[in-house]
Structure formats: C-alpha cells, structure tokens
C-alpha cells in the first residue's frame, strides 16, 4: 500500500477547468495502476478514470468521457486528473486509488472537494 493524497479542488464556475493531483508516499506507485473516483452527496461513489503503470491504458466513465484527462508522472509519484468544461453535475468529493490493475485498488486517498456552481 502507498498513501496518497489528493489536492487542487476547489469552487468552479460551469465552464471553467480544475486540475488534481494525486501525490503517493511511495516508489511502488509507479509500478501501480491509478484511479479516480468521486462521490457526490447522497450517491454512490462513481468511477471517473484510470490509468495503468505505464499510462498506456486509460478508461474513463461515461460522463466525462472527452471533458476529462488522466495522466500520470512516474518520476514524480503523481498522478492527474485534468478537468475541463466543468458542469455543476461534476460537484463531488473526488478520490484517487492505487492498486496492481485498474479493477483492484488497495491504496485510497482522503479526497478533495470538487464544486461547480451555475
């Protein structure tokens, strides 16, 4: 396991963009897949995107599909989340994760908080 810690929320007006980072304690990270999620108030914590070790493979949930950009910096232990056309839907408490695939996560951060208003 790594801890991770997460940074970069804050308030947003629709439109505008936001980016996150995902700091890990570890070197292991690099051998990690990465994940966000987030969980908005009175749902159930829904997949953003995910990256593998080498950054080869991305997926990304249907809601943010061509608004949101993962990446990662190995060199760094960090991972990204780049947030562009926000919208007031994507106001939630966001998560990244770490674990050996994109399915299995076995490392969570504490969350930052994410809100867009109209």
Same mark, same amino acid.
């Given at each position: 396991?790594?801890?991770?810690?997460?940074?970069?929320?804050?308030?947003?007006?629709?439109?505008?963009?936001?980016?996150?980072?995902?700091?890990?304690?570890?070197?292991?990270?690099?051998?990690?897949?990465?994940?966000?999620?987030?969980?908005?108030?009175?749902? *159930?914590?829904?997949? /953003?995107?995910?990256?593998?070790?080498?950054?080869? =493979?991305?997926? &990304?949930?249907?809601?943010?599909? @061509?608004?949101?950009?993962?990446?990662?910096?190995?060199?760094?232990?960090?991972?990204?989340?780049?947030?562009?056309?926000?919208?007031? *839907?994507?106001?939630? /408490?966001?998560?990244?994760?770490?674990?050996?695939? =994109?399915?299995? &996560?076995?490392?969570?951060?504490? @969350?930052?908080?994410?809100?867009?208003?109209?």
């Amino acid at each position: 396991q790594v801890q991770l810690v997460e940074s970069g929320g804050g308030l947003v007006q629709a439109g505008g963009s936001l980016r996150l980072s995902c700091a890990a304690s570890a070197r292991i990270f690099s051998s990690y897949a990465m994940g966000w999620f987030r969980q908005a108030p009175g749902k *159930e914590r829904e997949f /953003v995107a995910s990256v593998n070790w080498n950054g080869d =493979t991305i997926y &990304y949930g249907d809601s943010v599909k @061509g608004r949101f950009t993962i990446s990662r910096d190995n060199a760094k232990n960090t991972g990204y989340l780049q947030m562009d056309s926000l919208k007031p *839907e994507d106001t939630a /408490v966001y998560y990244c994760a770490a674990g050996w695939s =994109t399915r299995t &996560y076995n490392s969570w951060g504490q @969350g930052t908080q994410v809100t867009v208003s109209s």
